[in-house]
């Protein structure tokens, strides 16, 4: 049975929502389509039924002032409030403040061409600066677990315009949506849960066949029954690159007829860093009890299975800790099997709280990873931009044949990818877009 309307989105995350709310605003017929049984991508909110807090899988904190998820937030009627960012650091068996091994930061804002892998340009500045050995730990640690990326591939100009852009959006800072993150996509997406026949959810998209002016996309259920073809005059594409890389038959692959060959080069010049997360719940919050422990939000560890931990700060009374692994490191965690990443989450742990690893186990009430390579709707955290390769962002942003429109995360311009109000950004990039198109048709 084909079903029509103005604009097809693919995809159901928050570039998606947006701009799905942005369309319907100017009286577009849209539909949506995602493959999960739920909205929201990345974001992915469980609730505790213990300490009755919302625990995330996937994004987690509200970084900075950005403007345009602030406003979402507001609209929703929820409430944003600050963590705990103060940083601990183990480093050689000694645990104490970080702040001194984070001052790389400051070369890197600055950093100028040539391009060149993030390993390099850490080398290179340690010897010119020269850097202590924790300070270049630190550095590739930072890479590996904020970027989801490997530093000996990971460009520098690209991580060093996040870090302006971070900058000046009010930096780095981290916040919570106290209600749950999910709360902000789930109100975006009101209109389309009260709308029949504009969101469809266990939908997979298999095939987008387009012409100037016409896209029909066939679709089938995740068990593998078809919905028959979706038709509209203009698709929106916010697909991860994880998933624009997929070919078939792999789960949620998407083929392109005719072939996109310039985006195609493009998504493939990029990564998908792989991120693996870990929630666990204590019997006791012993790191408040602890008097070398009770003042941080964070711990960073960097050569550790899990590099950083976090409390679920400014959460009150909660037993959780957050542990936090990104780039080769999560991609070795990948393979293993649950109880193992377990096993490694907790000899973390010992390290960082002095306890042995079986009262840690005695201490332990529920765990839960997130291995996000595992999703074959999303294949991995977030992008990543190898050097050399800063153009294939801009490639990947541009409309086809002024018919297929590119958002996500990945498809940042401005230095905001990999975050949640970046690609809320490009879903609101690519419907206005397809507006200007269709007032010049």
């Known amino acids: ?38 909205v929201g991508g990345r974001v992915v909110t ?21 403007s345009l998820l602030l406003q979402r937030i507001r609209r929703a009627g929820l409430t944003v409030s600050p963590c705990n960012d103060t940083y601990a650091l183990l480093w050689r068996g000694k645990l104490g403040d970080a702040g001194a091994a984070f001052s790389f930061q400051e070369a890197l804002v600055s950093a100028k061409a040539p391009d060149r892998p993030m390993a390099e340009w850490v080398e290179e500045q340690a010897r010119t600066r020269k850097w202590p050995p924790v300070v270049r730990a630190m550095a590739r640690s930072y890479v590996r677990g904020f970027y989801a990326a490997d530093p000996d591939i990971a460009s520098t100009l690209a991580i060093a315009r996040m870090e302006q852009s971070a900058s000046s959006a009010g930096g780095t800072t981290p916040s ?58 203009h698709a929106i594409v916010t697909l991860p690159v994880g998933v624009l890389q997929a070919r078939h038959p792999t789960p949620g692959a998407v083929r392109f007829v005719p072939r996109v060959r310039e985006h195609e080069r493009a998504w493939n010049r990029l990564e998908m860093g792989p991120l693996v997360k870990v929630l666990l719940r204590f019997r006791s919050a012993f790191w408040r009890e602890q008097e070398d422990t009770a003042r941080f939000g964070f711990f960073h560890a960097p050569e550790s299975s899990f590099p950083t931990w976090w409390t679920l700060s400014p959460h009150r009374r909660t037993r959780h800790l957050v542990g936090w692994s990104g780039g080769p490191t999560a991609a070795a965690l990948s393979r293993l099997s649950e109880k193992a990443v377990l096993a490694l989450a907790l000899q973390d ?25 595992h999703e074959p709707y999303t294949r991995g955290g977030y992008a990543v931009i190898p050097a050399g390769a800063m153009d294939a962002v801009d490639t990947l942003a541009r409309p086809v044949g002024q018919t297929l429109f590119f958002a996500g995360e990945a498809t940042h311009v401005g230095g905001e990818e990999g975050t949640v109000h970046g690609a809320l950004e490009t879903g609101r990039r690519a419907a206005d877009e397809l507006l200007a198109r269709r007032r010049k048709a």
């Open 1 to 38: 049975m084909d079903r029509e309307a103005d604009v097809i989105i693919l995809g159901a995350g928050a570039a998606g929502l947006c701009a799905a709310e942005r369309l319907m605003r100017k009286g577009l017929r849209v539909i949506v389509l995602e493959a999960r049984d739920r």
């Open 46 to 66: 469980l609730r505790d039924t213990v300490a009755d807090v919302p625990l995330e899988l996937g994004a987690e904190f509200v970084h900075g002032r950005p």
């Open 176 to 233: 919570r949506v106290l209600e749950g993150y999910d709360r902000v996509l789930h109100a975006m997406a009101e209109k389309l849960f009260a709308t029949p026949g504009t969101l469809y959810l266990n939908a997979v998209a298999e095939e987008v066949r387009w012409k100037p002016g016409a896209v029909h996309v066939r679709a089938r259920t995740q068990q593998g029954t078809p919905l028959g073809t979706f038709q509209g005059t």
């Open 349 to 373: 742990l010992s390290r960082l709280f002095h306890r042995s690893v079986r009262d840690l186990h005695a201490q332990l009430e529920s765990w839960r990873p997130q291995n996000w390579q």
